[in-house]
C-alpha cells in the first residue's frame, strides 16, 4: 500500500473517508502526482468534476494538466439552464446531478474525477450527461475503484485511473 493510503479512515461506518489524506499536504501531493502520471498529458480539454469531494480531487488534477474543471452538481444547485439526469446512488436513494449547457462544445475530450467508486452509478450518470452534449469521456480517475459487477462495465469501456486496487 502507499503510505498516504493508510490516511484514509477505513474504521467508519459504510464507506470510508478520504477527507484526512486531503489536509495532509504531502500525502495529498502524492496521491495527485500518482495519478496524474498515469493520465496521458494531451488529448484532455477539461475535467469534469463530481460534486462534492471530486472537486477537490479534480480541482488538483486540472491544475497538473492546464486545463479548467466542469463541476457535475447534485440536482437543484446551479442557477442557471442545464442538463439533468436522474440515478440510483450506491445507498438505493434516488439522486439528480446536473451541468452547465455552455461549458462542453462538440467533441471536448473529457476526464471525470471522483474520489471513490462504490457503484459507478454517478459516474455512469455524468458519462450520461457528458456525451449527451456531444462530448467525449476520455477516461474516469479516482482514488479507487470498488470492484463489482455494477463497475465492470466502466472498467471494460473506459480508461479508468486509480491508485487504491483490491482493498489494499
Known amino acids: ?25 504531502d500525502g495529498f501531493n502524492t496521491l495527485v502526482n500518482d495519478l496524474i502520471d498515469q493520465i496521458p498529458k494531451t488529448g ?10 471530486g472537486f477537490i480531487l479534480g480541482t488538483a488534477i486540472s491544475q497538473k494538466l492546464n486545463v479548467g474543471i466542469l463541476t457535475i452538481r447534485k440536482g437543484g444547485k446551479l442557477p442557471v439552464t442545464t442538463d439533468q439526469i436522474d440515478f440510483t446512488d ?6 439528480q446531478l446536473e451541468i452547465r449547457q455552455d461549458i462542453l462544445s462538440e467533441g471536448s475530450r473529457v476526464l471525470i474525477v471522483d474520489e471513490w467508486i462504490e457503484t459507478g452509478a454517478q ?15 476520455v477516461g474516469i480517475v ?10 465492470k462495465y466502466l472498467k471494460s469501456n473506459y480508461k479508468v485511473i486509480s491508485v487504491w486496487n483490491d482493498g489494499t
Request: some cysteine.
Open 44 to 53: 484532455i480539454d477539461i475535467v469534469a468534476c463530481i460534486d462534492a469531494l
Open 1 to 25: 500500500m502507499k503510505n498516504y493510503l493508510s490516511l484514509i479512515d477505513r474504521n467508519t461506518s459504510g464507506r470510508c473517508d478520504v477527507t484526512p489524506l486531503f489536509s495532509h499536504f
Open 142 to 151: 479516482s482514488i479507487a475503484m470498488d470492484d463489482n459487477e455494477k463497475t
Open 90 to 95: 450506491y445507498t438505493g436513494l434516488e439522486k
Open 123 to 137: 459516474v455512469g450518470a455524468s458519462i450520461k450527461l457528458i456525451e449527451n452534449q456531444g462530448a467525449i469521456v
